[in-house]
Structure formats: structure tokens, C-alpha cells
């Protein structure tokens, strides 16, 4: 598993959200919302828990994760409700949304380097 593409690809749920914000149209909230249907939270939820469980910053990593998907989740939802202003407003800078992005980035990359992989 590369790690570094797999955040790679986190971070383009941003672009994504701001476009469905820019053309007012819904998204799939259980789809943003399911912690194992993107590729970094499928391994962890299945070949890493069966591999590193007992490495010390692979739980961090996992909730750290979790958190982020909560996080676009109520993105999702206010987007859903047509509260599209709002909805852009947390993914500014400095926002939930943002730290914990950051937040899973600094655990994965600490995961990867406790794992060495």
C-alpha cells in the first residue's frame, strides 16, 4: 500500500465538494460517510488491522481517519440542504474539516513510519 498516494487521493474529496457546492448539486452522505469505501480506509479496516494491529499508532491512524470522514459528512449534508455557503465555509482554513484532514495526514505518515512501510 502506498500511503502517500492514498492520502493523495483524501485530499481530493476537497475539489469535489466544492464542486458540487459551485453546481448545487446533492452527493451520496453514506457514500462520504462509510469509513472502509475509500482506498486508505478499506486497507485499514482490512489488510492493516489484520497486519499491524498491535503497532502503536495504527488505532491513532484508524480514528484519525474516522474523524475526517465525519467531518465531510456534515459537509455533505449541508450541501444536501442547499446551505451552500455554510457548506464552504467548512472547508475553509483553520475549520473541523481541515484539522482533521491534517490530523490524519501527521497520523498516517507516524503509522507508516512506526510500520515501516
Not at 499491524?52 to 455533505?76: G, I, M, Q, R
Request: glycine share 6%; proline share 3%.
Amino acid at each position: 500500500m502506498n500511503l502517500e498516494d492514498a492520502l493523495a487521493k483524501e485530499g481530493e474529496v476537497r475539489p469535489k465538494l466544492l464542486a458540487a457546492i459551485a453546481g448545487q448539486y446533492q452527493l451520496d452522505v453514506k457514500g462520504v460517510a462509510r469509513i472502509d469505501a475509500c482506498v486508505l480506509g478499506n486497507w485499514l479496516h482490512g489488510e492493516a488491522e489484520s497486519k499491524f494491529p498491535l503497532v502503536k499508532s495504527y488505532t491513532p491512524c484508524v480514528e484519525a481517519h474516522d474523524a475526517f470522514h465525519a467531518e465531510l459528512e456534515k459537509v455533505v449534508r449541508q450541501i444536501n440542504l442547499g446551505e451552500y455557503e455554510q457548506a464552504k465555509a467548512m472547508l475553509g482554513n483553520g475549520t473541523p474539516c481541515t484539522k482533521a484532514f491534517v490530523a490524519m495526514v501527521a497520523a498516517t505518515r507516524q503509522f507508516k513510519k512506526d510500520a515501516r512501510l
